[in-house]
């Protein structure tokens, strides 16, 4: 009887023991040390969000004596995309803007990225786009004198209310290219200038 409790007990250590080691080897294994090539992402990117990756940054903690490296993407609100038109006829008439990516057939009505309607206050508009990646774009734009929704032309298909288009291109014959009219919006270069023709 005595037999059999000595070897109960023993069984009941051993148990014990074997339990605890896996609980500790279980530990050790979920504990990760994190390495420089790691990447840990603050947030995820969504290119229609103001979000930009600034800077990488590597930070070191410490976690049971043990050093913990991570390297972080330091999130921030990405600069919108400002534009400064000069030059317009009317004060109070809207001023449609039109922005084209590599993929979009510039300068065609309906094939725009993305169009937006800004009311001046007086004969200089500020306006600022915020949806939009940093990218490569060009854009179209006129005012909208006569509240029509469309731009009027004269009989050889040339407006007869102010327009413009980025870098401040001026047409002849034809009209521009995407090339003629592209620019970048990047960090360093987020403001536009245009002036309107008439």
Same mark, same amino acid.
């Given at each position: 009887?005595?037999?059999?409790?000595?070897?109960?007990?023993?069984?009941?250590?051993?148990?014990?023991?074997?339990?605890?080691?896996?609980?500790?080897?279980?530990?050790? %294994?979920?504990?990760?040390?994190?390495?420089?090539?790691?990447?840990? %992402?603050?947030?995820?990117?969504?290119?229609?969000?103001?979000?930009?990756?600034?800077?990488?940054?590597?930070? %070191?903690?410490?976690?049971?004596?043990?050093?913990?490296?991570?390297?972080?993407?330091?999130?921030?609100?990405?600069?919108?995309?400002?534009?400064?038109?000069?030059?317009?006829?009317?004060?109070?008439? #809207?001023?449609?803007?039109?922005? $084209?990516?590599?993929?979009?057939?510039? #300068?065609?009505?309906?094939?725009?990225?993305? %169009? $937006?309607?800004?009311?001046?206050?007086?004969?200089?508009?500020?306006?600022?786009?915020?949806?939009? #990646?940093?990218?490569?774009?060009?854009?179209?734009?006129?005012?909208?004198?006569?509240?029509?929704?469309?731009?009027?032309?004269?009989?050889?298909? $040339?407006?007869?209310?102010?327009?413009?288009?980025?870098?401040?291109?001026?047409?002849?014959?034809?009209?521009?290219?995407?090339?003629?009219?592209?620019?970048? $919006?990047?960090?360093?270069?987020?403001?536009?200038?245009?002036?309107?023709?008439?």
């Amino acid at each position: 009887m005595k037999l059999k409790s000595k070897f109960a007990a023993v069984f009941l250590l051993l148990t014990i023991i074997t339990i605890s080691a896996c609980n500790f080897n279980k530990s050790a %294994e979920e504990e990760e040390v994190i390495t420089p090539e790691d990447s840990i %992402e603050i947030a995820a990117l969504d290119t229609t969000a103001e979000i930009e990756v600034v800077e990488e940054i590597v930070v %070191e903690e410490k976690v049971n004596d043990t050093v913990v490296v991570k390297k972080v993407k330091v999130i921030a609100k990405r600069k919108p995309l400002s534009l400064i038109i000069k030059n317009l006829r009317s004060s109070t008439a #809207p001023v449609i803007v039109s922005i $084209y990516g590599t993929e979009n057939k510039f #300068p065609e009505p309906t094939g725009q990225l993305k %169009e $937006y309607k800004f009311k001046p206050k007086g004969n200089v508009l500020t306006a600022k786009i915020t949806d939009v #990646p940093f990218g490569t774009y060009a854009i179209a734009l006129y005012q909208d004198e006569n509240s029509n929704g469309k731009i009027d032309k004269n009989f050889i298909g $040339y407006p007869t209310e102010g327009f413009a288009f980025s870098n401040n291109f001026k047409p002849t014959i034809k009209a521009p290219s995407f090339k003629n009219c592209a620019f970048i $919006y990047s960090k360093q270069a987020s403001t536009i200038k245009i002036k309107m023709l008439h």
